[in-house]
């Protein structure tokens, strides 16, 4: 029977407090190569056809995490809800979301969550209905290939990035993606498409508040935290009907209350 490694870590991050999204943190265990694979399956909103897939102990050690974390977050800050009733699903692009389980009539909208893992931990974002929401995290030190480059960024933006590389080493392209990351899973988009598309550094070589996709305008947030170590940190959300708003921000027109 499979069990969490340590305690549940609630992230307050002041940057974030005008937003109703909820992080916690969960350490993942580690494992070593050959390592037997995990019996998860006492978890909630596992699939069984998927975790009968994994390779790894380590993937299943990180799924595993991130479920057991989204579940307990959900029992926290959504008690009204039947849990008992609800499973993980994905769509076409593997985005995952809540569903009622099929047979259970229910009206009541249900949270949207992301998931990140990286190095030893996992970090789950949920939020109330109203918001899509993406977030991503990854070690500020993580080691990159050179040819991250030109998969993250072409044109302006990617000789931006080398110059933020320049100045602060190799940390600016794993800010770069998490940064594109969450934009991605808060468009529910994945690696469907290429992260060139969306442009995140402006021209004073400054992240973007404001992310423009297709007429969908997202907030981004972007930020260091320390857990057992420095990792770059990235929000993407958008609160449905704040289309307007957003764009009168990138106009610079202060919205009234």
């Given at each position: ?74 029992l926290r800050y ?63 030190n993580e080691k ?114």
């Amino acid at each position: 029977m499979w069990t969490p490694l340590g305690n549940i870590i609630e992230l307050k991050l002041q940057e974030f407090n005008e937003v109703d999204i909820k992080f916690n943190a969960l350490k993942i265990r580690k494992t070593s190569l050959g390592d037997k694979i995990p019996d998860i399956s006492n978890l909630e909103f596992v699939n069984f056809d998927e975790i009968s897939k994994f390779k790894t102990a380590k993937r299943a050690e990180e799924h595993a995490a991130g479920r057991y974390l989204l579940h307990q977050m959900l029992l926290r800050y959504f008690p009204r809800l039947e849990v008992s009733f609800l499973e993980v699903s994905r769509d076409m692009n593997r985005a995952p979301y809540f569903k009622w389980i099929e047979g259970t009539f229910n009206s009541k909208s249900l949270p949207n969550f992301s998931i990140s893992t990286s190095g030893d931990f996992v970090i789950v974002a949920i939020c109330k209905s109203q918001y899509s929401v993406g977030v991503d995290i990854e070690k500020l030190n993580e080691k990159r290939s050179k040819n991250l480059f030109e998969f993250l960024s072409i044109g302006k933006e990617e000789n931006n990035l080398r110059t933020l590389c320049k100045v602060n080493g190799n940390s600016e392209i794993n800010r770069l993606w998490t940064a594109k990351e969450a934009i991605l899973k808060a468009l529910r988009l994945g690696m469907s498409i290429s992260p060139t598309k969306i442009k995140v550094i402006n021209d004073d070589l400054e992240y973007k508040k404001i992310i423009e996709f297709k007429e969908t305008y997202l907030n981004l947030k972007n930020q260091i935290i320390l857990l057992d170590e420095e990792y770059c940190f990235s929000l993407a959300y958008n609160k449905i009907g704040q289309q307007k708003y957003c764009q009168m921000r990138i106009a610079g027109i202060e919205p009234t209350t």
